[in-house]
């Protein structure tokens, strides 16, 4: 072997073997979330897989894997959580065509009588200085123009059926409504005392979105393997980029980015808390 190789293999110290590469790669895992660098090499014996380290981080990695073998023997099988599982609920058709005529009534209502979104829409003013509560709610039925309720309708359908197969189409489509509803209501109390007008179901459509987030970060906080904290926010960091792409815009174009925003903070609450509490159901449930 040449002297730079030779080198470089002394760099690096064997730390475990394990039979098969998946559970190499498991245990491999647990030292990338230390922050260290790790090899997996194939073993002198034919199927056999070595971890390897740098020899400053093996004594702190082999006492991690060590602890982690330890913890892996002693616990048991973690019960599936109630609606883990899409089978268990439906994507909410119904709900969802539900939902959609009445957004195409109110819209064609809106053609035939132009005050209805005065008289509607979500308002600073009217929420709080004229105590016309109902405004947060109502907002989320009408729109501008047809292109607006379009883009609502489709995207809703698709956060809508996702919602829906997490934690059923009777919960979830309440809880979208919900989020829109208490969205438009921060943005009320935000802009107050500025008159700020709003319409439109995009609150609600970004407020499943947060649901999703919500759901999927309990979801990771909940695995018991250890993993880096990227990861683990990985279900919110994706959801934001999806409001900066879908929800954002330029000044002075028109959209309820405050709307947006709110919608979705308030549907990752929502889900989480939704999920959390399915979870401590779900293990009460199965108490002897």
């Known amino acids: 072997m040449p002297e730079t190789q030779q080198a470089d293999e002394e760099e690096w110290v064997d730390v475990a073997r394990f039979p098969n590469l998946d559970e190499a790669h498991e245990n491999a895992l647990v030292a990338l979330a230390m922050g260290e660098a790790i090899r997996v090499d194939h073993g002198d014996v034919p199927g056999e897989f070595e971890l390897r380290v740098e020899p400053a981080a093996a004594p702190r990695v082999t006492e991690e894997l060590r602890e982690y073998a330890a913890e892996s023997e002693v616990k048991p099988p973690r019960p599936p959580l ?11 058709a119904v709900h969802y065509l539900v939902w959609a005529t ?7 209502q809106q053609s035939q009588d132009p005050t209805l979104a ?15 509560w109902w405004r947060p709610f109502t907002a989320l039925f ?10 609502n309708l489709a995207s809703g ?26 969205g438009n209501a921060t943005t009320s109390l935000v802009t107050y005392p500025e008159a700020f007008l709003s319409l ?75 999920r959390y509490f399915d979870s401590a159901e779900a293990a009460l449930m199965r108490r002897p």
């Open 200 to 274: 439109g179901a995009s609150t609600a459509v970004f407020g499943a979105l947060g649901i999703l987030s919500g759901i999927g970060l309990v979801e990771n906080f909940r695995e018991e393997l250890r993993m880096p904290w990227l990861r683990v926010l990985a279900p919110l960091l994706a959801g934001l980029v999806l409001l900066g792409w879908l929800g954002g815009a330029a000044p002075g174009e028109g959209i309820d980015v405050f709307g947006h925003v709110f919608g979705f903070s308030v549907g990752v609450l929502a889900g989480a808390a939704c």
């Open 157 to 182: 359908a698709v956060f809508g059926a996702l919602v829906s197969k997490s934690i059923g189409p009777w919960k979830g489509w309440a809880m979208i409504l919900l989020a829109g509803t208490f």
């Open 102 to 108: 009445i957004l195409l009534l109110v819209f064609r």
């Open 118 to 132: 005065d008289r509607y829409a979500s308002s600073s003013i009217g929420l709080i200085a004229n105590g016309e």
């Open 142 to 151: 009408l729109h501008g123009d047809g292109g607006h309720i379009i883009g």
């Open 82 to 92: 109630v609606s883990q599982s899409w089978s268990h609920h439906p994507a909410g």
